[in-house]
């Protein structure tokens, strides 16, 4: 008598358990097995959901990321006919910083007549360049170069040594 009890009270403890599990599923099935497919796809729903907030979330991490990296500021400003006034500036330092963007100067056939720099936790480059040797070059190119510099500084280019 008592195994009878026992299946009965096991039988209610399981359709208690479905029934809750009806319910958190939001499931309008009746039998044990509709139930079960019913939260079987559910929880792959929610499985998906993960993987679609994941994905946000990475996204958002990369554009915080973006947002947080400091962008060098390089400005040039064209002195009369021949020289131009650089102005570098960056919220991050690297070795070799200023080796790499003297050295871009000289592949531009830029002489420095005087420049001013600071390359303790943040870099400053401040620079008067005159007389180019190279035809054709302006701001933009001068621009260009300089932070063709700092990037191959900060990646550890071919410009670093």
Excluded: W
């Amino acid at each position: 008598m008592m195994s009878r009890e026992r299946k009965k009270a096991a039988g209610a403890a399981l359709h208690d358990k479905l029934q809750i599990l009806r319910s958190i599923t939001h499931s309008n099935a009746l039998n044990e097995n509709s139930i079960l497919m019913d939260a079987s796809e559910y929880i792959k729903k929610l499985k998906q959901k993960v993987v679609k907030l994941n994905q946000e979330i990475s996204c958002e991490d990369e554009d915080t990321l973006k947002q947080t990296i400091p962008t060098p500021t390089v400005t040039v400003e064209t002195l009369g006919c021949h020289g131009f006034a650089i102005n570098v500036f960056s919220d991050k330092n690297c070795p070799g910083l200023l080796v790499s963007i003297l050295q871009a100067f000289d592949d531009l056939g830029l002489n420095v007549h005087e420049a001013t720099a600071s390359c303790a936790d943040t870099f400053r480059l401040e620079a008067v360049g005159g007389e180019n040797t190279v035809e054709n070059v302006d701001e933009h190119i001068v621009k260009q170069a300089v932070l063709q510099a700092i990037r191959n500084c900060s990646e550890g280019g071919p410009e670093q040594e």
